[in-house]
């Protein structure tokens, strides 16, 4: 996988499940892509619970672990973990506030995909 310029945050409730992250895979094969970087990753407070990165046996709280687990480095050297804050612009479409208050031009690709595990 390639993953460059995302945001990906998770802040779902879990008081039923056992765990939220960021970054969700289904094996623990190296297949993110060395070019990975510039990601923002959040999954709430960083706990046993609240994770950037799992999959399926190896987890990461905070960000400076996920950057050295050997499924991805070297990538994702520049990546980062906030608490984004969305702003409705128009029709319907958020975009990180920061943004707003930099008056960047903003270019939104929004892809939602839901997962449930029973």
Do not use: C
Not at 67 to 76: C, D, K, S, Y
Request: neutral net charge; hydrophobic residues 40%.
């Amino acid at each position: 996988m390639d993953l460059r310029n995302n945001i990906v945050v998770n802040k779902s409730d879990i008081t039923t499940g056992t765990r939220v992250a960021a970054f969700l895979k289904t094996a623990a094969t190296d297949n993110v892509d060395n070019n990975s970087n510039n990601n923002l990753y959040y999954a709430g407070t960083p706990d046993a619970t609240h994770l950037i990165y799992y999959d399926g046996t190896t987890s990461a709280q905070s960000i400076s672990a996920y950057n050295v687990l050997p499924a991805i480095t070297p990538g994702e050297s520049a990546s980062q973990t906030e608490d984004v804050v969305w702003a409705a612009i128009t029709n319907g479409v958020y975009v990180p506030m920061q943004l707003l208050l930099l008056s960047v031009k903003v270019v939104v690709k929004i892809i939602v995909r839901l997962y449930f595990r029973f």
